[in-house]
């Protein structure tokens, strides 16, 4: 079964849907309806389900949402990357000793990964 299907139970492993609502909102590029969001996920969930789901995020700071006739257009506040750089930023702060999360971390990536950290920190240092 790929990766972006419903299991055969009907139900997603923890924080799937999730996932799959801020991608559409990524996808989507700009502010969108619950609606849209639904039209882009699989497994048709419930209308309901989705709104829960992006009232959950902006309950979480997640996504901003506008009013707009009688419901809500949604907006994620960060893109995709910023988004995984927060919950890599969150993981290291709850790792215990930093340095050595943070070489082991180094110590697991591939080898191209590895050069552009090291071109990035080069880059970054310049500035």
């Known amino acids: 079964m ?20 801020l991608a559409a909102l990524w996808a989507a590029g700009g502010p969108v309806s619950a609606a849209a969001v639904r039209e882009q ?15 959950r995020l902006f309950d979480k700071g997640l996504v901003t949402r506008e009013r707009v006739g009688r419901g809500y257009h949604y907006t994620p ?26 070489a082991r971390f180094v110590s697991e990536l591939p080898p191209q990964d590895e050069r552009l950290l090291e071109q990035l920190l080069r880059g970054h240092a310049e500035d």
């Open 2 to 21: 790929a990766e972006d299907e419903v299991p055969p139970h009907g139900r997603r492993a923890r924080g799937q849907l999730e996932g799959e609502v």
């Open 77 to 102: 506040v960060r893109d995709e990357a910023g988004h995984t750089a927060a919950g890599m930023r969150a993981l290291l702060e709850t790792g215990g000793d930093r340095a050595a999360v943070l």
């Open 41 to 55: 996920i699989t497994g048709d969930p419930a209308y309901t389900t989705v709104l829960t789901i992006l009232s």
